[in-house]
Each structure stands twice: as structure tokens, then as C-alpha cells.
């Protein structure tokens, strides 16, 4: 059971009302609504990970599963591990997430950002070796992202497990299928 009961539409802001009424139905928004301002500032960063980036999709969604194993948050594990396979990430990888970066499955730069999502998650900054290797095949800005994306997914996952957020009903069909355009704060 959720720690906090599901935000009503009617108790809130305008703006908020408004911008929750055009999210998809997860708990996770329903919880978050509480604060609206915070709603807001989610939604766009996450909207510019996932939409906006320069890193590989398939990587991002590597980096986001393995944090949201490492941080044992069930919920996150599920929504994108549904997310990988619609983007057309193979499930033996996908299942070797729960193995580690030394899974033979994957490949060098594969086990590169794996690892990295490890020491970030697990020691709050990448090793030197680790950061190096990395950077010799990304670029600064799928750096940035990565990083980014690394903190932000540990975050939701901490707010996932802080406030037992629980699975949505009837979400155990197909892969869910990210929206083609990001939700828009209504402030722009």
C-alpha cells in the first residue's frame, strides 16, 4: 500500500490539474502531485533525458534498469524494463542487467557505462579508470547525460521504495510504449 494516498485532482493548482490530466495514469505522478512545482521540475528533466539526449537509448535504458536493481526498486525495474524491450533491447541483455557488467553478453562500451552506472550509484562518483575508459568513447555530452541519467533514475527510485509506490494494475500486458512527443509544462 502507498504511503501516501493518490494526489486529488480537485485539492490541486490549476497548472498542476491541468498538466496531471495529461500524464499517463501512474502512481508515480498520482504520488508526486502532492507538490506540483516538484511535478513540474521532474517532468522536464526527465522528458530531456529521455526525449532530448545524444545518448544511445538502448544504453540509457541499461544505465536506468541496472540503478533501479541496485537501488531494489521494483517498480522502476519493471516500467523500463518494459521500455528496453520496446526500444528493441535484446532480453538476454536485458536479463544480464541482474548479473552485472561482466555479463558476456554485453559489449565493451556495454560493460563501460554498466560499470560506471555501478560506481555511481554504489560509491556516488566513477572511478578515474572507469570515467577515462568511458570518455575515450563518449562524448561530453553523452557524458553529461549519462551521469544525469544515473542520479535522476536513483532518485525516482528512492522516492519509488521512500513512498511504496505499487505497480499499476493491468500493467503486465505488452511493452509499455513511450509517448512520441514528451508531456509539455504548460508554463511554455
Known amino acids: 500500500m502507498t504511503r501516501l494516498h493518490y494526489a486529488d485532482p480537485a485539492a490541486m493548482d490549476e497548472e498542476t490539474r491541468a498538466l496531471h490530466a495529461r500524464l499517463a495514469p501512474l502512481n508515480i505522478f498520482r504520488v508526486m502531485a502532492h507538490s506540483g512545482p516538484a511535478l513540474r521540475g521532474f517532468l522536464t528533466l526527465g522528458n530531456a533525458l529521455l526525449y532530448k539526449g545524444r545518448l544511445d537509448p538502448i544504453l540509457r535504458e541499461m544505465a536506468i534498469v541496472r540503478t533501479g536493481l541496485l537501488c531494489g526498486s521494483r517498480y522502476e525495474v519493471h516500467q523500463h524494463e518494459k521500455i528496453s524491450l520496446d526500444l528493441g533491447m535484446a532480453p538476454e541483455k536485458l536479463a544480464a542487467l ?67 509506490i505499487e505497480i499499476e494494475e493491468g500493467l503486465a500486458g505488452p511493452p509499455m510504449k513511450l509517448p512520441r512527443r514528451p508531456v509539455q509544462d504548460p508554463k511554455r
Open 98 to 164: 541482474r548479473e552485472g557488467p561482466e555479463a558476456p553478453v554485453f559489449t565493451e562500451l556495454e560493460r563501460l557505462v554498466l560499470r560506471f552506472t555501478d560506481e555511481v550509484t554504489r560509491d556516488v562518483k566513477a572511478s578515474e579508470a572507469t570515467f577515462r575508459a568511458l570518455a575515450e568513447r563518449l562524448g561530453p555530452a553523452e557524458m553529461v547525460e549519462l551521469t544525469l541519467t544515473v542520479g535522476y533514475y536513483g532518485l525516482v527510485s528512492r522516492f519509488l521504495e521512500t513512498m511504496e
